[in-house]
């Protein structure tokens, strides 16, 4: 595999030269709007140094394998979005990727759950579902995110989230119940489920939210925002998945492109076949 020299310096060298060779193609994430993320949220950013000091949770040759777990029941086309995104999942942080057996929803405890205030939607308890997936997770496992219809929240003072992860435990959740209807606009149903599962996923391999470019590790307060936010994720960003998942970036952005193109995602098809030349690119000057 590219990406693991014995030299660590070279190593280091090499990631950050990639990051150099696709900035220009990265959109600063612009100005704040009323009820957006960072209006209400005041957060410091992560830079790759300092997610490297953190120790972070990283792929080892004990913990190689990244789970799926249903919660809940899921109809055809949802079920088929699913299986989209963890075939992006593995593409897009170098590991397999398996799904584990249907949970119902029957598990979840009454305490667990709620109404929402103003639609009467029933919430599940995101504090629980991670509770959960801590004691039920596999040995081999790098991380076990679970996925369901239900909506979501987080606890007094929330009135929802589109999913909630662990920046230690390698355990999240994430909703689809608020992504649209798949028979109506399928690729954007797909798009919105992938964003989430990348952006849960950065979570639980220890990656803050961004806080300067477009990104997929952006918070997000509201549909509309998370619409504006890309899947891919900015240099600082991918420098942290490039190390902590030892893969090679240019490698990466081809599968990345290829799974796009697969599903009709021309947006993300373009910019990751762009960032895939503009990495060969510099390792040829």
Same mark, same amino acid.
């Given at each position: 595999?590219? %990406? ?23 959109? $600063? ?5 009323? %009820?957006?993320?960072?209006? +209400? ?32 029941? /899921?109809?055809? &086309?949802?079920?088929? $979005?699913?299986?989209?995104?963890? +075939?992006?999942?593995?593409? /897009? ?5 398996? &799904?584990?057996?249907? &949970?119902?929803?029957? @598990? ?11 639609? %009467? ?5 995101? =504090? ?26 987080? %606890?007094?003072?929330?009135? /929802?989230?589109? *999913?909630?992860?662990? #920046? ?26 992938? =964003? ?7 979570? &639980? #391999? ?6 300067? /470019? ?25 420098? =942290?998945? @490039? ?7 240019? +490698? ?5 492109? +290829?799974?796009? !193109?697969?599903? *009709? ?19 040829? !000057?």
């Amino acid at each position: 595999m590219v %990406g693991r020299p014995e030299n660590e310096a070279n190593e280091l060298s090499a990631i950050r030269s990639a990051s150099r060779a696709v900035a220009p193609l990265h959109d $600063a994430i612009g100005t704040t709007q009323k %009820g957006d993320w960072l209006d +209400e949220h005041e957060e410091p950013g992560q830079s790759f140094e300092k997610y490297r000091r953190s120790d972070p949770l990283r792929p080892t040759k004990l913990r190689t394998t990244m789970y799926l777990q249903p919660l809940g029941d /899921f109809d055809p &086309m949802r079920a088929a $979005a699913i299986e989209a995104t963890a +075939e992006l999942l593995g593409d /897009f942080y170098g590991v397999p990727v398996r &799904m584990l057996e249907r &949970m119902d929803l029957a @598990w979840v405890p009454s305490q667990a759950r709620r109404l929402h205030p103003y639609s %009467g939607v029933e919430q599940v308890l995101t =504090k629980f579902v991670l509770r959960l997936l801590s004691r039920k997770k596999p040995t081999d496992a790098v991380a076990v995110l679970a996925l369901t219809t239900s909506d979501l929240w987080p %606890g007094k003072g929330w009135n /929802f989230v589109f *999913g909630q992860a662990s #920046l230690s435990g390698g355990v999240g959740v994430w909703s689809l119940h608020r992504l649209g209807d798949p028979q109506l606009e399928p690729k954007t149903f797909l798009r919105r489920t992938a =964003k989430i599962a990348v952006h849960e996923t950065g979570h &639980m #391999l220890g990656i803050w939210h961004c806080t300067h /470019f477009q990104c997929g590790m952006n918070g997000a307060n509201h549909q509309d925002e998370a619409d504006g936010q890309p899947i891919w994720f900015c240099p600082e960003d991918e420098m =942290k998945i @490039w190390w902590a998942c030892r893969v090679d970036p240019a +490698e990466r952005y081809r599968r990345l492109a +290829e799974f796009a !193109a697969r599903y *009709g995602l021309e947006r993300e098809a373009e910019f990751w076949s762009m960032s895939e030349r503009a990495v060969k690119e510099n390792g040829s !000057a």
